[in-house]
């Protein structure tokens, strides 16, 4: 992949005199808010576009902009901002292309911030509807005159269920509807999303493309005009963007993110080989990749390391007594980083909740780590031991 080579192009033309002759390995982290210019004109110029200029770091900073290059060649895209926060990116897509009166239709799961936003937005003029995973097979019936935007999940990040992408995109193309994805849980590694048609791609980089637990940041990619809309409607003006130390902790993610991201694989296969078979275990939600859409327009090449599971039966105390009692598995929010995570979506309040969205009292979510998969197991065993399931 080329993406190094996008690196050593910019810091080359960027430091040239400076470094005569020798290239630094890892691009110089630019920690300023402004640069200057020789002249008054060339500033006023140079304002003319800020968003491709480099003159204040609200609206680009070389260190970002090389990331930046870098998440829009993975993507296969046009154009990429890096925001502060994957929430930054998800909020400055809905403000920099919605208008009061506009309607957006939510498919699949859809991670909770981003439907609270949905919410808020209400107040706002901007109205939407959900859709199941089920119900995605026929979105006609969904789509009102004013629907501006399609956004969706797949796999979403609870129970991993897909939904066609190059269906949904042809369909909201005839249609004249934009398309949006978190594609958070894939990766750019493992679905491209706009190789399927869709318009608009989002990450949380704080997961996987960070990888490390250590910074948080968030990312659109897309077409130039679109991404040129989000940068002067909402990402000037939201002020999300991201620090350039933080771009930099995200560059070197991405030189590790192949072999991370193998390895989270296979470790996760394992540890859903070994519950696979437990007596205490009903349901294990991960993406079936022998069954993802026919073998030919398979979606996605590879899966990540976070799952969920259901017990045989249970709820907030059997979910609290594995937790408590794992060792090796953290117990905490997040994901996507090198240490195993647990945690389950039932609070002990909310048990009615869940099972109006058919979710189970007794569903846990993991992340598996790039541990040694063989001790993660053991500990998940001796948690599970701890654990008094009935039926
Ligand atoms: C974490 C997450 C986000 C939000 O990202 P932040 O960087 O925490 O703002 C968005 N979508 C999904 C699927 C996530 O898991």
């Not at 080579?5 to 691009?27: F, K, M, Y």
């Not at 799961?109 to 609270?116: K, S």
Request: proline share 4%; with cysteine.
């Amino acid at each position: 992949m080329a993406i190094d080579q996008i690196d050593i192009d910019i810091c080359t033309s960027l430091s040239a005199e400076e470094v005569s002759g020798s290239n630094p390995v890892t691009p110089p982290i630019y920690q300023t808010s402004l640069f200057t210019f020789p002249t008054f004109e060339k500033l006023v110029g140079a304002l003319d576009d800020e968003n491709k200029n480099i003159l204040y770091s609200r609206g680009r900073n070389p260190t970002v902009a090389i990331l930046e290059n870098k998440l829009c060649a993975l993507e296969q895209g046009e154009d990429c901002k890096v925001f502060a926060s994957g929430m930054g990116a998800i909020s400055s897509v809905f403000m920099g292309l919605l208008n009061q009166g506009d309607h957006v239709l939510f498919v699949n799961d859809i991670y909770g911030p981003t439907m609270q936003l949905a919410d808020h937005l209400k107040g706002f003029g901007i109205s939407h509807d959900r859709v199941s995973q089920n119900e995605a097979e026929d979105l006609e019936q969904f789509i009102k005159p004013n629907t501006k935007l399609i956004w969706l999940e797949s796999p979403g990040t609870m129970k991993f269920e897909f939904v066609d992408l190059k269906k949904i995109s042809e369909f909201a193309k005839a249609k004249g509807i934009l398309t949006g994805i978190d594609n958070t849980w894939a990766t750019p590694l493992f679905q491209k999303p706009i190789t399927m048609g869709i318009d608009i791609v989002v990450h949380s980089c704080s997961k996987y493309i960070g990888g490390h637990s250590d910074t948080i940041a968030g990312a659109v990619i897309s077409k130039k005009e679109i991404i040129e809309k989000i940068f002067y409607n909402a990402f000037l003006l939201n002020g999300a963007a991201a620090g350039p130390f933080d771009a930099w902790l995200l560059l070197r993610g991405l030189r590790t993110l192949p072999v991370r991201m193998s390895e989270h694989q296979s470790n996760a296969i394992d540890v859903i080989n070994y519950l696979k078979d437990h007596e205490k275990i009903a349901n294990i939600y991960y993406p079936d990749l022998s069954t993802d859409l026919k073998p030919k327009d398979k979606q996605l090449s590879g899966t990540s390391g976070l799952f969920s599971f259901d017990l045989v039966s249970g709820g907030y105390q059997e979910v609290s007594t594995f937790l408590n009692n794992l060792t090796r598995f953290k117990i905490g929010v997040s994901w996507g980083g090198f240490e195993s995570l647990a945690i389950s979506p039932n609070r002990g309040k909310n048990e009615n909740q869940l099972s109006e969205i058919g979710f189970s009292t007794s569903m846990i979510r993991l992340s598996v780590g790039l541990e040694n998969s063989q001790q993660l197991i053991a500990d998940i065993d001796q948690a599970l031991s701890k654990v008094i399931v009935s039926g």
